[in-house]
């Protein structure tokens, strides 16, 4: 099935959870917050966060400044 992550299409086999998906992509989960389908999904919840075909997923990067 495909996914998109920051408008970047991906493959992922389904039943594939958020986090198998930031994984396989390299995506680091340190300060990042995480979307999917334009639902902000807390981090408890990442693994109980089973993705659909088509499921568009966003991620925003915590950045520290002044």
Known sequence: MQISINDKTFECQD??????????????????????????????????TILQDGSKIIIIKAVQGG
């Not at 994984?23 to 919840?45: L, Q, S, W």
């Open 15 to 48: 039943g594939c959870t958020l986090p198998e998906v930031l994984e396989a992509n390299n995506i680091k989960t340190e300060n990042i917050a995480v979307a999917v389908d334009f639902n902000v999904i807390p981090r408890p919840e990442w693994g109980k």
